[in-house]
Every structure is written in C-alpha cells, then in structure tokens.
C-alpha cells in the first residue's frame, strides 16, 4: 500500500476506528486525532467500555459518531477501512483485539495499522495463508511504521530553504504538538499563505499528511529523512509547520533532536499542559519553569542549525479538563511568565501564534 493509494483510498472510504480502552483512557491519542482532524468520513468509533454513550459529551469533539461494542457490530454502519486508534506504550497490538481484526477481515475491512508492531508478518503467521487469501479483492492492510527507501545522512540543506520552517517542540509527549500544528496549517490556507504541514507521526500520516514515521527511521539517517520531506515540501512554500515529537525533557524520547537537525527551524513553538510540572509517567522529572526550557530549545537549536539562531517565538498551552474561565487564566498566566504570546489552539483557535510568526 503506497501512501498516495492510501490518501486516495481514505478520500472515499467508510472509517470505523478501533479504540479500546482508548476513547476516555491515555492511549487513544491517535483515534481522537482522527476523530477531530480528518476530513474522511468516520461512521463508527469501537470502544466496548463507552458503547452506546455520546461521542460528543465523552470528548468534546463536534462529532456525532455512533460508539459500538465492537467490528462485529460496527458492520452494521458499513465501513470499508477499519483504522487502529490506538497508541500504547511501546506500540504493541494488545492481544484481546484479535477477535476485532478476525471481524475485520470476514467483514471485507481493510486495515490502517499504525502501531510499531508490523501487522503484515503477525496475520500471515496466524492465519497461516498468505495475505491475499485472506482479503477481498480490492482490499490491503497499510502498516504506517515503515521506514523510508533511500535515506542518507542530514547535511544542513534545509536552511538553503526561504520558507519559514516551524517546529513544534514541548515539555513532555503527547500535549499538542500536531494538534498546534493542523490548527496553524489550517488558518494560514484560510489567509491565503502556502502553507504546508510535514507529518512526522503515525497519526498525521494516517490523517492524509504527508511526511515520515520518524520512529520507524534508524537513528542514523532520522535527520536524514526529516531533511527529506522537509527539502521536498519547503520548496513551494511560504510557511512549513513540522509536526513535533517527544521532548528534550522526557528520558525515553530520541525524537526533538533529528527534528531540529532536519528541519532547521526559523521558529519554534512550545507546547506545554497547563499546571504539569512532571513528566507524565515520570513523576521523579520534573518540568523546570518555562522560561529555563525555552532558553534550553533555543541554545540546542542554536547547535543543531550551526549557531543559526531559532527563537520559541510562542506558547501552545493545552488547558483540556479546565473550566474555561481557569483556562484563560491559565494562558495570561503563561504569557506573563515567559513574555511571549499564548494561546490554547484547540480552544480558541490559533490565530495568536500565527500572528506573531507572520
């Protein structure tokens, strides 16, 4: 499955998304993405704990999607692409979700797996047949996770680019990275700008985005393909918002540094949650003030582009769980401690950010 057969397949496909555990739970980050950002038509949501309950109310997302206990039931919606929505730590399949993939291929679903654990070897070795026994004619499984043909070393080419190269940085993972980013794309289109956004995660490229699986790329050329895509879209570009990953602060994450040699930013933004001060699951890391950490990005970014100077020009704050008042308060808060401008971009829009980047 060739990515542009993929963005064409999901322009007129049926999505169900399968989501677990996911739909109120810390690993459904990827179906959520799915369920406010894509354009595709969405006409289940899989979730066997929230089955039968509102989409919107659970989530907030202006959506209404019906939520079945699972495939099997979901049929009945007639879908023909089933997405996995879910991203667990270490992005193993959880082995309770056979008999949803098992509803899927008999129903004549094809799969969308975006998880680092490859699908492709893991049916033929349980079906013992060959995959194309096992579909209907016409139907494929994508594994999203693959790394790209034809890699070589970064080289700083980037900066040859007039664009103005925007990297999403943070203070901890999953807090709004691509989120700022789609929600910058989308009013610089509005505005008329070329505008361009680089997905570098698998739910980005499941969304249409084009761009890379960043953690599929062995470390060695991860600047490489990030230079890749970025040379490629830069090119015919006023502004190019590169989807972050990870963060400097977070022990398990290897992602922030190839984005910045990649990339070679002109500005950075940085996505923080109101109120966090550890990094989630590491409660033993703190997160120091936000100015320290924006000093932090820019003098790595500094060395990254060769004493090239990239400034956090402003602040992504995800207030998700705050009452609204708690939430504009949270953001004058922030935007008077570090003195740069804030917003939630989910809430409010981005059209602060933009602003100061224009």
């Not at 910058?184 to 070329?194: D, E, N, P, S, V």
């Not at 393909?225 to 190019?240: N, P, R």
Request: glycine share 10%; charged share 15%.
């Amino acid at each position: 499955m060739s990515f542009d057969s993929y963005q064409a397949a999901i322009q007129t496909g049926r999505l169900a998304i399968l989501l677990h555990d996911g739909l109120l739970g810390p690993t459904g980050k990827t179906g959520l993405s799915l369920l406010r950002y894509s354009s595709a038509e969405i006409v289940a949501v899989i979730d066997h704990h929230c089955a039968g309950q509102s989409l919107s109310q659970l989530t907030g997302i202006a959506r209404e999607v019906p939520i079945v206990p699972s495939v099997e039931a979901a049929l009945a919606y007639q879908p023909t692409i089933l997405m996995i929505g879910i991203a667990p730590p270490g992005g193993a399949l959880p082995e309770s979700w056979w008999p949803d993939l098992d509803q899927a291929f008999s129903g004549g679903l094809s799969v969308v797996n975006g998880l680092h654990t490859q699908l492709l070897p893991l049916i033929e070795q349980r079906y013992q047949q060959p995959l194309s026994a096992l579909l209907d004619p016409g139907k494929w499984v994508w594994d999203v996770r693959q790394e790209l043909p034809g890699l070589s070393i970064a080289s700083a080419a980037a900066r040859s680019l007039s664009c103005k190269r925007v990297l999403l940085v943070g203070t901890d993972m999953a807090i709004g990275k691509m989120s700022t980013c789609l929600e910058l794309h989308k009013i610089a289109t509005q505005r008329g700008f070329r505008s361009q956004f680089l997905a570098t995660g698998q739910a980005g490229l499941m969304l249409g985005g084009y761009g890379l699986a960043l953690d599929s790329v062995r470390v060695d050329f991860a600047a490489g393909a990030v230079e890749q895509k970025v040379m490629e879209l830069g090119a015919d570009a006023d502004l190019l918002f590169v989807e972050g990953q990870g963060s400097l602060l977070h022990p398990g994450s290897t992602a922030t540094l190839p984005l910045l040699r990649g990339s070679q930013p002109t500005h950075l933004i940085l996505a923080h949650k109101a109120g966090q001060t550890q990094i989630k699951n590491h409660p033993h890391v703190s997160i120091p003030p936000l100015p320290q950490v924006i000093q932090l990005y820019e003098q790595v970014a500094s060395a990254m582009g060769v004493m090239e100077v990239a400034k956090v020009v402003g602040i992504s704050l995800n207030t998700y769980g705050l009452a609204e008042t708690a939430a504009l308060a949270a953001i004058a808060q922030t935007q008077t401690a570090t003195g740069l401008p804030c917003t939630d971009p989910v809430r409010l829009g981005a059209d602060v950010l933009l602003d100061t980047l224009l």
